[in-house]
């Protein structure tokens, strides 16, 4: 035994594709060394937020556990130990399921950080998904956060005759 073993995180938490997903979003929430309030909301809304009668959103006790797990095991782990640990355990719908939720993340506060587009290509290298096969949920992804689309009435999308299709 240690010196310091008596300091250790005593959380021993097997890594689950759903604890993987939760932790996936704390490290792009935290890519650019801050945690805006837009990102967190996103985060409390994809993993089930909820009212809790004063107003105020949190997440159920389920919901808060997972949370705890996942903030437990970004403080300790770099992102390069997660995405191998990780990435094992995760099917090509999950893999993809996260990359669409770490793509809308990083635009929830308006666009994407440097430091957030290179941790997102950290994650498609690490599950081994190219950025072509990718790009079609990302134009989907910049799309529905677009809302500029209803300020603008010059937006280059709203033009007469313009219709919005996937690359092919």
Not at 136 to 155: A, C, G, M, Q, W
Request: hydrophobic share 40%; charged share 25%; net charge negative.
């Amino acid at each position: 035994m240690g010196l310091f073993d008596m300091f250790k995180s005593d959380s021993g938490e097997k890594m689950t594709p759903h604890l993987a997903f939760a932790t996936s979003l704390l490290y792009m929430m935290s890519a650019d060394g801050e945690m805006d309030n837009e990102e967190i909301g996103h985060l409390l809304s994809v993993l089930g937020g909820q009212d809790d009668g004063r107003g105020t959103i949190g997440v159920g006790a389920q919901n808060q556990a997972l949370l705890d797990s996942a903030l437990k095991y970004r403080r300790k782990n770099s992102v390069e130990t997660f995405l191998q640990e990780a990435t094992p355990l995760l099917t090509d719908a999950q893999k993809m399921c996260m990359l669409v939720n770490l793509i809308d993340s990083s635009l929830a506060d308006g666009q994407p950080e440097p430091e957030e587009q290179v941790l997102f290509g950290k994650f498609l290298t690490a599950f081994g998904i190219s950025e072509d096969r990718f790009r079609p949920f990302f134009e989907v992804i910049v799309l529905k956060n677009d809302r500029s689309v209803f300020t603008n009435d010059h937006h280059p999308k709203n033009q007469p005759g313009y219709q919005v299709k996937l690359p092919s």
